[in-house]
C-alpha cells in the first residue's frame, strides 16, 4: 500500500534553534499535504496545507514564519520549526492524499529543552 | 462535516469483541463514516468506511443503522495490539481537503 515517510521519529532541540521535518510520498505522487500537530492526550489538530508548487495554506493561529512549510517536489514536503521554543514541543503528523484516501506519516515527536 | 460524538473511553477483554458506538445524527446523505485509529506516538491507521450498508474486511466491521445517525466499529476478537485511540470521522467521500479529527474513544484492551 501507499506509504508516506516520515524523518526524523523524534528529535530534541535547543530553543532558538530549527528542526526541519521532512514527510515523502513514496512510490506515488502526493500533490496535496497536510501537517498536523498533537499535544500529549489531545487530538490532531491541523495546521497546514501543502501543495506541490504553491505557498502552504495555514490554519487560523498558526504562525506561517515560524512553521515553514515546503513542497517543492511531488514526493517531498518539509515542515520547519524556526526559533523553536518548549511550548512548541509536540508530536507532528504529515498526511498525504492518495486514491481518494488519506495515509499518513509516523509521526515526529520534536522534544525543546 | 457532520458532527460526531464517540465515548472517551471503553475497556475491553483481550479475546473479546470490542465494540466502539459512534453518534452522528447530522449525517448528510451523502456523508460516509470512516474509521481510524492512532496506536500511541504513531500516525493514524486507516480501518474502515461506509455509506449505509454495513461493512466488513480483515481488520473489522462497521455496522450503520438503518437511518444512518449511528454506527459502531467491532473488532472480533480484540489483541493487546488494538490498544489504540479509535477515531469516527463523517465526510462527503472525497473532498480533497483535511480529514477533521475528533476526541475519539481510547480503547483499552487488557489481558
Known amino acids: 500500500g501507499a506509504v508516506v515517510s516520515q524523518h526524523p521519529s523524534w528529535v530534541i532541540c535547543k530553543s532558538g534553534t530549527s528542526v526541519k521535518i521532512e514527510c515523502r510520498s513514496l512510490d506515488f505522487q502526493a500533490t496535496t499535504m497536510f501537517w498536523y500537530r498533537q499535544f500529549p492526550k489531545q487530538s490532531l489538530m491541523l495546521m497546514a496545507t501543502?501543495?506541490?508548487?504553491?505557498?502552504?495554506?495555514?490554519e487560523q493561529g498558526v504562525e506561517k514564519d515560524k512553521f515553514l512549510i515546503n513542497h517543492a517536489s511531488l514526493t517531498l514536503s518539509t515542515l520547519t520549526v524556526t526559533s523553536a521554543h518548549p511550548e512548541d514541543s509536540s508530536f507532528y503528523i504529515c498526511s498525504a492524499t492518495l486514491d481518494r484516501g488519506y495515509t499518513f506519516g509516523s509521526g515526529t515527536r520534536l522534544t525543546v529543552v | 462535516d457532520a458532527k460526531t460524538t464517540q465515548p472517551t473511553s471503553m475497556d475491553c477483554a483481550e479475546g473479546r469483541a470490542a465494540n466502539l458506538p459512534c453518534n452522528h445524527s447530522t449525517i448528510s446523505g451523502n456523508e460516509y463514516v470512516y474509521w481510524y485509529r492512532q496506536i500511541h506516538s504513531q500516525g493514524p491507521q486507516y480501518i474502515i468506511h461506509?455509506?449505509?450498508n454495513n461493512e466488513t474486511n480483515e481488520m473489522a466491521s462497521l455496522i450503520i443503522t438503518e437511518d444512518r445517525k449511528s454506527s459502531t466499529l467491532i473488532l472480533p476478537h480484540a489483541t493487546l495490539r488494538d490498544t489504540a485511540v479509535y477515531y469516527c470521522i463523517v465526510r462527503v467521500q472525497w473532498a480533497g481537503n483535511m480529514l477533521t479529527f475528533g476526541g475519539g474513544t481510547r480503547l483499552m484492551v487488557k489481558p
Open positions: 461506509g455509506l449505509k
Open positions: 501543502s501543495n506541490e508548487g504553491s505557498k502552504a495554506t495555514y
